[in-house]
């Protein structure tokens, strides 16, 4: 299974729609630099499907990749069947799915000019296990699918 990234988005602040700024490094344990969800924790790193943008903007939303605050946005890979563990290569990156969905931040930005966010019920969050510089264009691979948790 693989797809290809349509943007790189980060932002400055949590809970704002993020800027597509074409290229990223992803740093381990961190995330995406200069993007403020960056840190050691499980959700460095969200990704969203163009395929489940595209579904709000067929309601007459006006919405483009990181309106959702994904850091990446995906295409033709089916993120919701990625197991917890999976492994995916992006570029020379490597990151490991940790978590499908999450609650909604009831002020987020992006849910109250959207009126809806679809990234608690259609996003993934990953961390990072190498370091690599993730751009438009680039592959997603899928490695393995879901052999659990690494403890790096």
Do not use: Y
Request: proline letters at 2%; aromatic letters at 2%.
């Amino acid at each position: 299974m693989k797809g290809v990234v349509v943007a790189v988005n980060i932002s400055k602040e949590k809970g704002v729609r993020k800027t597509n700024v074409k290229r990223a490094r992803a740093i381990p344990e961190f995330g995406l630099e200069g993007d403020a969800h960056g840190g050691n924790w499980h959700r460095q790193v969200s990704l969203l499907a163009r395929e489940s943008i595209e579904k709000m903007k067929a309601l007459g939303l006006k919405l483009k990749p990181g309106d959702f605050a994904e850091n990446i946005t995906t295409n033709g890979l089916d993120l919701l069947s990625l197991e917890i563990g999976t492994k995916l290569r992006i570029g020379k990156a490597l990151l490991q799915v940790t978590q499908r969905g999450k609650e909604c931040h009831l002020g987020c930005e992006i849910r109250r000019i959207v009126g809806d966010c679809i990234m608690p019920r259609e996003g993934i969050f990953a961390r990072v296990l190498e370091e690599g510089e993730i751009k438009i264009g680039d592959e997603i691979e899928v490695l393995n699918e879901g052999s659990g948790l690494d403890n790096q």
